[in-house]
Protein backbone atom coordinates (compact mmCIF):
# COMPACT_ATOMS: atom_id res chain seq x y z
CA UNK A 1 0.00 0.00 0.00
CA UNK A 2 1.21 3.51 -1.36
CA UNK A 3 1.97 6.21 1.57
CA UNK A 4 -1.07 8.22 -0.15
CA UNK A 5 -3.10 5.40 0.21
CA UNK A 6 -2.12 5.17 4.19
CA UNK A 7 -2.80 8.46 4.31
CA UNK A 8 -6.45 8.61 2.63
CA UNK A 9 -7.40 5.39 5.07
CA UNK A 10 -6.34 8.14 8.19
CA UNK A 11 -8.27 11.20 6.87
CA UNK A 12 -11.40 10.05 5.09
CA UNK A 13 -13.69 12.79 6.03
CA UNK A 14 -11.39 14.29 8.58
CA UNK A 15 -10.27 17.21 5.58
CA UNK A 16 -14.03 17.96 4.73
CA UNK A 17 -14.95 18.23 8.44
CA UNK A 18 -12.34 20.48 9.29
CA UNK A 19 -12.55 23.22 6.40
CA UNK A 20 -15.55 22.28 4.49
CA UNK A 21 -18.28 23.99 6.29
CA UNK A 22 -16.50 27.30 7.43
CA UNK A 23 -15.09 28.24 4.25
CA UNK A 24 -17.95 27.36 1.13
CA UNK A 25 -16.38 28.03 -2.20
CA UNK A 26 -15.42 27.02 -5.39
CA UNK A 27 -11.86 26.81 -4.02
CA UNK A 28 -12.14 24.59 -0.72
CA UNK A 29 -9.49 24.76 1.88
CA UNK A 30 -9.76 20.73 1.70
CA UNK A 31 -9.04 20.86 -1.69
CA UNK A 32 -5.67 22.55 -0.70
CA UNK A 33 -5.13 20.34 2.28
CA UNK A 34 -5.33 17.50 -0.52
CA UNK A 35 -2.94 18.77 -2.66
CA UNK A 36 -0.44 19.08 0.46
CA UNK A 37 -0.87 15.56 1.32
CA UNK A 38 -0.83 14.53 -2.35
CA UNK A 39 2.73 16.67 -2.70
CA UNK A 40 4.49 15.34 0.67
CA UNK A 41 3.45 11.63 -0.69
CA UNK A 42 5.11 12.46 -4.05
CA UNK A 43 7.94 13.78 -2.44
CA UNK A 44 8.81 11.34 0.10
CA UNK A 45 11.53 8.86 -0.04
CA UNK A 46 12.52 5.77 1.60
CA UNK A 47 16.09 6.41 3.36
CA UNK A 48 16.86 2.49 4.55
CA UNK A 49 13.57 1.74 5.76
CA UNK A 50 12.67 5.30 7.21
CA UNK A 51 10.58 7.62 5.70
CA UNK A 52 11.54 11.42 5.19
CA UNK A 53 9.59 13.90 3.68
CA UNK A 54 10.04 17.55 3.06
CA UNK A 55 9.36 20.16 5.84
CA UNK A 56 8.73 23.43 4.13
CA UNK A 57 5.40 23.79 1.81
CA UNK A 58 4.56 26.65 0.11
CA UNK A 59 0.73 27.03 -1.65
CA UNK A 60 0.08 29.34 -4.12
CA UNK A 61 -3.32 30.58 -5.68
CA UNK A 62 -4.78 33.04 -7.44
CA UNK A 63 -4.70 36.62 -6.08
CA UNK A 64 -8.58 36.47 -6.14
CA UNK A 65 -8.61 33.01 -4.10
CA UNK A 66 -5.86 34.39 -1.81
CA UNK A 67 -8.00 37.87 -1.08
CA UNK A 68 -10.77 35.36 -0.26
CA UNK A 69 -8.77 33.08 2.21
CA UNK A 70 -6.42 36.01 3.41
CA UNK A 71 -8.74 36.77 6.58
CA UNK A 72 -8.22 33.00 7.59
CA UNK A 73 -4.98 32.80 6.53
CA UNK A 74 -3.20 31.96 10.36
CA UNK A 75 -5.71 29.45 10.89
CA UNK A 76 -5.18 28.07 7.54
CA UNK A 77 -1.51 27.80 7.54
CA UNK A 78 -1.44 25.79 11.12
CA UNK A 79 -4.28 23.69 10.94
CA UNK A 80 -2.70 22.37 7.51
CA UNK A 81 0.60 22.42 9.01
CA UNK A 82 -1.38 20.48 11.78
CA UNK A 83 -3.02 18.17 9.19
CA UNK A 84 0.30 16.87 8.01
CA UNK A 85 2.34 16.51 11.25
CA UNK A 86 -0.66 14.52 12.83
CA UNK A 87 -1.30 12.01 9.65
CA UNK A 88 2.66 11.92 8.77
CA UNK A 89 2.78 10.99 12.32
CA UNK A 90 0.49 7.93 11.82
CA UNK A 91 2.18 6.42 8.88
CA UNK A 92 5.62 7.07 10.15
CA UNK A 93 6.77 9.83 8.28
CA UNK A 94 9.21 12.20 9.69
CA UNK A 95 9.63 15.76 8.34
CA UNK A 96 13.49 17.48 7.76
CA UNK A 97 13.91 19.42 10.31
CA UNK A 98 11.57 18.05 12.51
CA UNK A 99 8.66 20.08 11.49
CA UNK A 100 6.05 21.11 9.09
CA UNK A 101 5.29 24.57 7.83
CA UNK A 102 3.21 25.91 5.32
CA UNK A 103 2.91 29.49 3.52
CA UNK A 104 0.18 30.62 1.00
CA UNK A 105 1.34 33.30 -1.15
CA UNK A 106 -0.61 34.99 -4.33
CA UNK A 107 0.59 34.16 -7.74
CA UNK A 108 -0.70 35.92 -10.79
CA UNK A 109 -0.04 33.05 -13.30
CA UNK A 110 -2.27 30.40 -11.36
CA UNK A 111 -5.80 30.27 -12.82
CA UNK A 112 -8.91 30.72 -10.71
CA UNK A 113 -9.44 27.83 -8.69
CA UNK A 114 -6.29 26.30 -9.09
CA UNK A 115 -3.84 25.35 -6.91
CA UNK A 116 0.35 24.91 -6.87
CA UNK A 117 2.68 23.49 -3.89
CA UNK A 118 6.01 23.63 -3.75
CA UNK A 119 8.09 21.71 -1.77
CA UNK A 120 11.74 21.60 -0.65
CA UNK A 121 13.68 20.57 2.57
CA UNK A 122 13.80 22.96 5.02
CA UNK A 123 17.13 24.97 5.48
CA UNK A 124 19.15 27.74 6.56
CA UNK A 125 19.01 31.02 5.10
CA UNK A 126 21.88 31.98 3.47
CA UNK A 127 21.67 35.08 5.15
CA UNK A 128 20.66 35.80 8.84
CA UNK A 129 17.69 38.18 9.42
CA UNK A 130 16.84 40.13 12.70
CA UNK A 131 14.94 42.98 13.83
CA UNK A 132 16.36 45.64 16.11
CA UNK A 133 14.10 48.22 18.34
CA UNK A 134 15.32 51.08 18.03
CA UNK A 135 11.94 53.10 19.44
CA UNK A 136 9.62 51.04 21.61
CA UNK A 137 9.22 48.09 24.23
CA UNK A 138 11.37 46.43 25.46
CA UNK A 139 14.36 49.12 23.76
CA UNK A 140 17.15 47.58 22.24
CA UNK A 141 15.29 44.48 21.75
CA UNK A 142 16.53 41.96 19.25
CA UNK A 143 15.04 39.43 17.28
CA UNK A 144 16.07 37.24 15.17
CA UNK A 145 13.96 36.41 12.11
CA UNK A 146 13.86 32.83 10.58
CA UNK A 147 11.84 31.59 7.40
CA UNK A 148 8.70 33.65 8.49
CA UNK A 149 7.86 35.82 11.38
CA UNK A 150 4.59 37.35 12.57
CA UNK A 151 4.53 40.80 14.36
CA UNK A 152 2.07 42.01 16.32
CA UNK A 153 0.32 42.17 20.00
CA UNK A 154 -0.84 38.66 19.95
CA UNK A 155 0.91 36.06 21.97
CA UNK A 156 0.64 34.06 19.15
CA UNK A 157 3.60 36.32 17.54
CA UNK A 158 6.83 35.87 16.60
CA UNK A 159 7.89 39.14 17.59
CA UNK A 160 5.43 40.72 20.28
CA UNK A 161 5.28 44.36 20.36
CA UNK A 162 4.01 46.41 23.66
CA UNK A 163 2.14 48.57 21.91
CA UNK A 164 -1.72 49.61 21.56
CA UNK A 165 -1.13 51.09 18.49
CA UNK A 166 0.04 47.76 17.17
CA UNK A 167 -2.70 45.56 15.66
CA UNK A 168 -2.53 41.83 17.33
CA UNK A 169 -1.12 40.16 14.59
CA UNK A 170 0.30 43.35 12.48
CA UNK A 171 2.77 42.36 9.83
CA UNK A 172 5.05 39.04 9.02
CA UNK A 173 8.33 39.33 7.48
CA UNK A 174 9.20 36.58 5.46
CA UNK A 175 12.37 35.05 3.75
CA UNK A 176 14.02 33.20 0.97
CA UNK A 177 17.57 32.18 0.54
CA UNK A 178 18.77 35.81 0.62
CA UNK A 179 15.80 37.78 0.39
CA UNK A 180 13.27 39.11 3.05
CA UNK A 181 9.75 40.90 2.62
CA UNK A 182 7.66 42.76 5.03
CA UNK A 183 3.60 42.45 4.42
CA UNK A 184 1.36 44.19 6.06
CA UNK A 185 -1.43 42.49 7.15
CA UNK A 186 -4.49 44.45 6.21
CA UNK A 187 -4.28 47.17 9.56
CA UNK A 188 -5.66 50.47 10.18
CA UNK A 189 -2.19 52.05 11.64
CA UNK A 190 -0.11 50.86 8.71
CA UNK A 191 3.40 49.42 8.00
CA UNK A 192 6.13 51.63 7.24
CA UNK A 193 9.89 51.33 5.63
CA UNK A 194 11.72 54.31 5.65
CA UNK A 195 8.61 56.37 5.97
CA UNK A 196 6.94 55.08 3.28
CA UNK A 197 3.30 53.11 3.91
CA UNK A 198 3.85 49.99 1.89
CA UNK A 199 1.59 47.23 1.78
CA UNK A 200 4.62 44.69 0.76
CA UNK A 201 7.94 45.42 0.55
CA UNK A 202 11.60 44.15 0.07
CA UNK A 203 14.22 44.90 2.93
CA UNK A 204 17.57 45.86 2.69
CA UNK A 205 20.42 45.90 5.40
CA UNK A 206 19.26 49.01 7.46
CA UNK A 207 16.06 49.51 6.55
CA UNK A 208 13.79 51.39 9.29
CA UNK A 209 10.34 49.80 9.93
CA UNK A 210 7.22 51.13 11.66
CA UNK A 211 4.56 49.12 12.81
CA UNK A 212 2.08 51.61 15.03
CA UNK A 213 4.57 53.83 17.36
CA UNK A 214 7.14 51.17 17.38
CA UNK A 215 10.44 51.40 15.40
CA UNK A 216 12.55 48.99 14.51
CA UNK A 217 15.65 48.21 12.04
CA UNK A 218 16.20 45.40 9.73
CA UNK A 219 19.68 43.77 9.88
CA UNK A 220 21.01 41.28 7.94
CA UNK A 221 24.49 39.51 9.69
Not at 176 to 195: E, F, I
Amino acid sequence: MSVLAKLEQFCAGLIERAFAKTFPSDLEPAQIARKLLSTMEAQTRDDNGRLHAPGAYDVYVNPVDFARLAEHREYLERAWAQLLRDLAAKVGIAFERGEASVVMAPRDAIPMGAITVEAAPEAKPVAAFALHTVEGVPPNGVYSIGRRARIGRSDESEIVLVDPSVSRVHAVVETTGSDATVRDLGTTNGTYVNGRRVDAESLRDGDELRFGNTRMRFEVR
